[in-house]
Each structure stands twice: as structure tokens, then as C-alpha cells.
């Protein structure tokens, strides 16, 4: 069995032995020459920034960023310095919970 | 060594001649399409690497220095431009991935898989060849460039060696190695079940 196989596998080793040339088409120069006169000698193949994949890579960077953005995760010590520095700008401001006009309600009597 | 009817050909072309660039396209055709096809396996890719390498041998053939062969200079550039080519393939494959993402049924291309056939191959062998050529297709670059010149355009080794830039002892064991490689992808294909 595996004498099979490798007869097998000398056989397809030696089947391009005595290959001929592959040719051309009749109309190669012609081609040829018209791609040069058209000054199409860009190479056509290649890496190429052609527009789709460029909006499909802007694109993709843009979703990226902005989930990343949303779903920052938001730390205790992030949290705590935000409660402080509420805190500290109630203070500069004086924005308690009650004022003294609610504390002392003025009763207005109507005048007559 | 330089012909003189190389040389000859060399200067009209750098005079911008166009029966000798003519002339010149006449001459390597053939061998610059056999060598891209080797490498990259499909018949219009071919043509349009052999295109390429002729203007590029049009625009470069100023600078050339006639201390190498014309011809291993154009072997040079063919295999260089036949695998610039395969390298391109690959990475289109790869966004093409991200594309079919995108993609309805009907508007993904269906991949050929099919084994390629060279045209230059007899009726009896073209099966045994397909598969070879299939084989040849999964070797590392250096190997699959050596095999395709010593193969199909029956290059000695010492000739490979001038165009890859190689010494003769690298050539062979690159021989040598991509012939372990072929055996090995081959066994694994024919026990198959």
C-alpha cells in the first residue's frame, strides 16, 4: 500500500518533465502596447486605497473609538473624587439641602 | 557572456527604438508568461505580470548594466512581479473576509478551487501534473521560484542561482528542500481517503 503511494508521488513528481512552454495569445504586443500608450503602467495589482475600503477602515476606527468612549468603566476612586469635589462645590456655593427661606417660610397676608 | 547581438539590442532599446523593444517582446515573451504562470497559476494574471515586467524592462532598461544575461535580468523581474502579485492575493483575501460580512449570497464570488492546468503539459500527464502544480503552490517563496524555473523553464541550477542572487549550494539545498516539501504535501493528498 504505501509502495503504491509513493510510485504514486514519483509519478505526479515527474509529470512536468519535457513540459512545453506556455505561449501567449497572438495579441500580447498589441495589448501591451495599448497599456502603455494609455499610461496605465500602474502596477494593477497591489495594495490599493481604493475609496470603499478606505470609508470601511475610517469607519470601523470611528465605531471603535466611540464604544470605547461609552463604556469607559468608572472606578470607586473615580467615584468617591466625584462625590468630594460635589460636595466641595456645594460648600463654595452654598447650596445646602434646606435655605433659611424654607426653614423660616414668610406667611405673605393678604393685604385688604 | 554577453552576445553582441545582445548588446546591439541593449543599445537601440536605450535609444528608445521601438522595433527593438518590439523585437525584445517578441523574444522573452514566452518565457516571461510561462515563468509568471508557474507562480501564479491562473492564465490572465500571467498575462498581466508579463505586461508589467515589459514596461518595467521599458522605463528600467537605462540603468542596465549588460554584466548580467538579458534574460536573467528579465527572469528577475518576472518572478519578482509574479509574486508581488501573490502577496497582493493574499491580502485582498484577507480583507475580502471582512467584505463578505457585508455581502448578500448572491454578490459573494464562489472561490475556484479547482486544480490549475498548464497548457504546456501532455494529454496523458495533465492530471498528475495538476496535482503537482497545486503542490507547488503551498511551498515557501524561494522554493516555489527555483522549482518553476528549474522545471518548467528547464533552468540549471547554477542559472537559477544568477537570478535569484544565490550561491549554487543555496539553490540545491532550496532544490533539495522543496522536493521533501512536495513528497510530503503529496503523501498526505494521495492517502487521503
Known sequence: MKQDVTQQVEKVLSSLDQVNRASVSPYFYSSLRRRME????QPQHGFSLQPAYTILALLFLFVTNVYLLLNQPVTQEQKST?????????????????????????????IK | MVSQDELDLIERLKRGEESAFRSLVEQYQDLV???????????????????EVFIQVFRSIGT??????????????????????LRARKSKKRFGLLKRLWETEEE?????????????VSLERKEE?????????????????????????????????????????????LMHRARLNLRKILEKKISAP
Open chain 1, 38 to 41: 494609455a499610461g496605465n503602467a
Open chain 1, 82 to 110: 466625584e462625590v468630594e469635589e460635589q460636595t466641595q462645590w456645594k460648600t463654595e456655593y452654598a447650596l445646602q439641602e434646606v435655605t433659611p427661606y424654607q426653614e423660616n417660610p414668610i406667611e405673605w397676608v393678604a
Open chain 2, 33 to 51: 508568461y510561462n515563468t509568471a504562470l508557474g507562480i501564479v497559476q491562473n492564465e490572465s494574471d500571467a498575462e498581466d505580470v508579463a505586461q
Open chain 2, 64 to 85: 542596465f548594466k549588460s554584466e548580467a544575461k538579458l534574460s536573467t535580468w528579465i527572469y528577475r523581474i518576472t518572478t519578482t512581479r509574479a509574486l508581488d502579485l
Open chain 2, 108 to 120: 459573494s464570488p464562489v472561490e475556484n478551487i479547482s486544480d490549475f492546468n498548464h497548457p504546456g
Open chain 2, 129 to 173: 501534473a495538476a496535482q503537482l502544480i497545486t503542490a507547488i503552490a503551498q511551498l515557501p517563496e524561494n522554493q516555489k521560484v527555483a522549482f518553476v524555473l528549474h522545471k518548467l523553464e528547464g533552468l540549471s541550477y547554477l542559472e537559477i542561482a544568477e537570478v535569484m542572487g544565490n550561491t549554487l549550494p543555496a539553490v540545491e539545498s
